[in-house]
């Protein structure tokens, strides 16, 4: 029997790249013989390399079966400051289809074993016509919920002049078909959805859509980073698309390989600290790794700190360090540091699967990216929801209406949450009451059900062993 052969191309950002990595992972686990060759950039390749401690640039890495294929997308040393998402993706774009073709043709013609599928994330649709001219099946890789998928298709599908009409009624809400009966506000929709400024991303998005819906598509199959008992209504609720649950695909604590985060290391011993404190003492806050939207003013930064020291719980912040440091006064400095790490611990970055699995950890006050949602899912650990941009909104709707693991803050009509509103909502999720004992209930509730989702015989691996079946079969068939 042939093994199955997978070329997969993720998104330049580390929020895309670490989900795939571990999906690529996965496969070459759960499916036998298969081979797995992972494309991405110099640049990227060569901080995962530093990272994990690896020599030189060679495809190899510690899993059997999963090779590395790096490729220059013009920026191999990293993003000059000012370089827009926009000319980053046409680069990428011009430079990824060529070494997609060029790996296609070699499997086939030099190797004499042609790939069985490649899989591409969001905002690559390019990705499957290079497929498609090498008659090779194709897979979306979407890495956020279904929920936000489904959103995205109706959105182009007759609600996108709905929202816009109603974008300045605050009082506005809406649902979809088939997604469970949430009424959604203006406030709950992915960004892109509302705010003119990020219409590029809103054409990308359309471009997608647009692609998967045209006559002769080579995309057959989406992949969605999520399990089925988690969104079962939203995983069949657009009937055109074949949407397949294979997550939580999240990294592993204290990784051997790859599977860690890519692109740091820390000296400090935060680990140590934690290990330090009571169980369920530390409040966790942070903000992902999406370059500036991570980072926050320096007002927001002031009264999260407020509300810290007033609430009184040790803490570990993950604090970004701004690369625009040209742009930043003297005064831009966090208030009351000093202060600040008597109660608790500020650090650049740390091992974010390392500290959710820490039993000290008993709040994760979080943007709500869908990485850092389905992390602290499996990690049993509540969510104080801090949304910002993109599908944080919707995510952060579902964590407190849907799972009802954890709360969502409310910030001020001048966008700034008030210290006392996140003191609000630590009181909420830490301060022992019975809306805390739910949320902890239901925290628990979660995690048995994502553990069993990626067991040995579980939803998830039934899953993607049905999707290469499926691949295979087109492949026979062809």
């Keep these: 029997m042939v093994q199955p052969r997978f070329l997969i191309l993720a998104f330049p950002i580390q929020g895309v790249i670490n989900p795939t990595l571990s999906f690529a992972s996965r496969l070459v686990r759960v499916i036998a013989g298969a081979q797995v060759t992972f494309v991405i950039t110099v640049h990227a390749h060569r901080l995962m390399t530093k990272s994990r401690g690896a020599k030189g640039t060679g495809s190899a890495t510690p899993n059997d079966g999963l090779s590395f294929a790096p490729f220059s997308d013009g ?43 490649l899989v591409y994330t969001m905002l690559l649709s390019w990705a499957a016509d290079v497929a498609a001219e090498h008659n090779v099946p194709a897979a979306l890789f979407w890495v956020q919920p279904a929920t936000v998928f489904d959103i995205y298709y109706y959105y182009y599908h007759g609600y996108r002049e709905i929202i816009r009409d ?3 009624t605050s009082s506005f809400s809406l649902s979809f078909p088939g997604i469970k009966p949430l009424a959604m506000s203006l406030g709950d929709l992915p960004s892109f959805m509302a705010d003119s400024g990020d219409s590029y991303f809103v054409t990308q998005f359309q471009e997608m859509y647009e692609d998967l819906e045209k006559e002769g ?43 860690s985060d890519l692109f740091q290391q820390s000296s400090q011993d935060y680990i140590g600290w934690l290990n330090t404190k009571p169980k369920t003492a530390v409040i966790y806050v942070s903000f992902g790794s ?49 202060e600040l790490e008597k109660l608790g611990m500020i650090v650049p970055w740390c091992s974010q699967m390392d500290v959710l699995s820490n039993e000290s950890v008993g709040c994760f006050v979080t943007h709500c990216g869908w990485n850092s949602t389905l992390e602290s899912l499996a990690s049993g650990v509540p969510m104080v929801a801090f949304p910002k941009w993109s ?14 693991t954890g709360v969502r803050v409310k910030p001020h009509e001048d966008g700034i949450v008030r210290s006392e509103e996140i003191r609000r909502c630590l009181e909420l999720v830490l301060g022992g009451k019975e809306n805390a004992v739910e949320i902890v209930r239901n925290v628990k509730k979660w995690q048995n059900l994502a553990k069993e989702a990626i067991r040995e015989g579980g939803s998830s691996e039934k899953n993607i062993m049905s999707f290469v079946n499926r691949v295979m079969d087109m492949v026979t068939n062809d």
């Design 75 to 117: 920026y191999d040393d990293g993003f000059p400051e000012g370089t827009g998402i926009h000319g980053r993706l046409v680069e990428f774009r011009r430079r990824g289809w060529q070494a997609l073709a060029d790996i296609l043709e070699s499997g086939l013609n030099k190797e004499g074993r042609p790939y069985t599928c």
């Design 166 to 168: 109603n974008s300045k």
């Design 217 to 259: 598509n080579n995309t057959k199959i989406i992949l969605v980073n999520t399990f089925d008992e988690l969104e079962p209504e939203a995983l069949r609720a657009v009937s055109k698309f074949n949407l397949i649950g294979i997550g939580p695909l999240i990294q592993s604590p204290t990784p051997t390989s790859f599977q």
């Design 290 to 338: 999406f370059g500036s939207v991570s980072v926050l003013s320096k007002h927001q930064i002031d009264e999260i700190a407020k509300g810290l020291l007033e609430f009184g719980r040790p803490f570990l912040w993950v604090i970004r360090e701004k690369s625009d440091q040209g742009d930043e006064e003297e005064d831009d400095e966090l208030s009351c540091r000093e």
């Design 391 to 404: 599908d944080q909104r919707t995510n952060a709707k579902l964590i407190e209406e849907e799972w009802k």
